[in-house]
């Protein structure tokens, strides 16, 4: 009597279903592997920056603040000294960098363009743009929107955004400088205003953003004139 039951795969199938799901496993897994290594190599990148920064500003307020005396100077211990306060003073932090976000969502993007990261449905604010990073859009001195400054800096303590001329021209003629920003209790010095590379990059984008929203919201005016027509 002829058997009714269905055949059984051959072992050599399921051995290569078992080598193809493997082959995958391990391509996926060498991917992550690359992610995050490149990741690595973006938060070393931003330390790196920071670092370059602390020590740019470190060897600027030594040339500004040494005195000569008769006893031999240890530049170095100088340095290192002030290198260590500005650090210490420091707020930076690599994964709270607008970079290091762009590079999150560049990846996430990869394969989810459209949908938003992980933990952004739970955040009050969804940081979707640079804007959100920064704290002030005009300059307080001269009332210009941060896009339109010629030559923008930032409060390295305070974040806050001002045009290069008016605010040195200001702590120059100021005992005690403070922040002109409403309500900002930070103190001001020359060494700590600068433009970062950073700084240029989140105007810019700002820019696009709003060349962006000018054009969909023409292309919205142009929508409703033809339905009315």
């Not at 990741?39 to 040494?66: F, H, M, P, Q, R």
């Not at 260590?84 to 969502?105: D, I």
């Not at 307080?140 to 923008?152: D, F």
């Not at 290069?164 to 200001?170: G, L, Q, T």
């Amino acid at each position: 009597m002829a058997s009714t039951s269905a055949p059984r795969p051959s072992l050599s199938s399921a051995a290569s279903r078992i080598a193809s799901a493997a082959s995958n496993l391990s391509s996926d897994n060498q991917t992550l592997i690359a992610v995050k290594e490149l990741e690595n190599t973006v938060l070393e990148l931003l330390e790196s920056y920071d670092d370059c920064t602390n020590l740019s500003e470190a060897i600027n307020n030594v040339g500004n603040n040494y005195q000569p005396s008769a006893q031999p100077t240890d530049f170095r211990k100088l340095l290192e000294d002030e290198i260590a306060t500005l650090k210490a003073e420091s707020s930076f932090v690599p994964q709270k960098s607008p970079l290091y976000r762009q590079f999150k969502e560049a990846i996430w993007n990869v394969h989810h363009e459209g949908q938003p990261m992980p933990g952004e449905e739970q955040e009050d604010i969804v940081m979707t743009s640079t804007q959100n990073v920064l704290l002030n859009m005009t300059c307080p001195l001269t009332g210009k929107p941060i896009v339109e400054l010629q030559n923008p800096v930032r409060c390295v303590d305070c974040k806050h955004i001002y045009e290069k001329d008016p605010i040195m021209h200001y702590i120059r003629t100021k005992p005690q400088a403070l922040c002109p920003v409403a309500g900002c209790p930070k103190s001001l010095r020359e060494g700590r205003v600068i433009c970062d590379p950073l700084l240029r990059i989140e105007i810019d984008e700002i820019r696009a953003a709003s060349r962006s929203n000018a054009v969909t919201n023409v292309e919205d005016y142009t929508e409703i004139n033809d339905d009315l027509d």
